[in-house]
């Protein structure tokens, strides 16, 4: 069964940092490119990061709104993916879903929900 | 960027019926080199994570009831439900992958 469970959420205030963590089983993660996407009611489902494979030597993209802020990072050896986000704005309020396989995305967490707020 | 129109935003419809809905992009997701349409459709039920029910366009993935069909080509996709069922009650999402990743903003299915 695939399971991918994110932590790391919770209140942060503007101008902070959080890190989140995906701990992911039931496939194998080496092979797979993981994604972080975000949810919030004012921007509905918006893709923020990606790293590929190590086949694909762990390419890493970024959505526009995130550059320069986030990084998104892994550690095969322990089947999982990492989210550091920085500067954080009331903007980046929302669901953080850890999902992935390849170009779609299969699997999806049950998400991890960061406030920005004062 | 790729952007990705829904529509409607919402339908509701009663149980056995037939549903459409649609997904335009404002560029062409037809990739020339595999004539493959870098298109994937999700369903998110109420408290849900989303869960992919059709890639490359029109490709089910594996486990979707085969109610669920994928159509579509270049910048219009559609979605269609041959016969709704209760539990088809969700909110339904494109998304392309060709260039970048962008969501549509979804359509939200109600059962009357």
């Known amino acids: 069964e695939v399971k991918l469970e994110e932590s790391g959420g919770g209140l942060v205030q503007p101008g902070g940092s959080m890190k989140l963590s995906c701990a992911a089983s039931?496939?194998?993660?080496?092979?797979?490119?993981m994604d972080w996407v975000r949810q919030s009611p004012e921007k509905g489902l918006e893709w923020v990061a990606e790293i590929r494979s190590k086949a694909n030597n762990h390419a890493t993209y970024y959505a526009e709104s995130v550059k320069g802020r986030f990084t998104i990072s892994r550690d095969d050896s322990k089947s999982s993916v990492y989210l550091q986000m920085n500067s954080l704005r009331a903007e980046d309020t929302g669901i953080y879903y850890c999902t992935g396989l390849r170009l779609w995305f299969a699997y999806w967490g049950q998400g991890t929900l960061v406030t920005v707020s004062a | 960027n790729i952007m990705m129109t829904q529509s409607p935003s919402s339908l509701a419809v009663s149980a056995g019926e037939k549903v459409t809905m649609s997904c335009k992009s404002s560029?062409?997701?037809?990739?020339?080199?595999?004539?493959?349409?870098?298109l994937a459709w999700y369903q998110q039920k109420p408290g849900q994570s989303p869960k992919l029910l059709i890639y490359?366009?029109?490709t089910r993935e594996s486990g979707v009831p085969d109610r669920f069909t994928g159509s579509g080509s270049g910048t219009d996709f559609t979605l269609t439900i041959s016969s709704v069922q209760a539990e088809d009650l969700a909110v339904y999402y494109c998304?392309?992958?060709?260039?970048?990743?962008?969501f549509g903003g979804g359509t939200k299915l109600e059962i009357k």
């Open positions: 998304h392309q992958y060709l260039s970048s990743r962008t």
């Open positions: 490359w366009a029109s």
């Open positions: 039931g496939f194998t993660f080496s092979d797979a490119w």
């Open positions: 560029q062409s997701v037809l990739y020339s080199s595999n004539q493959k349409n870098y």
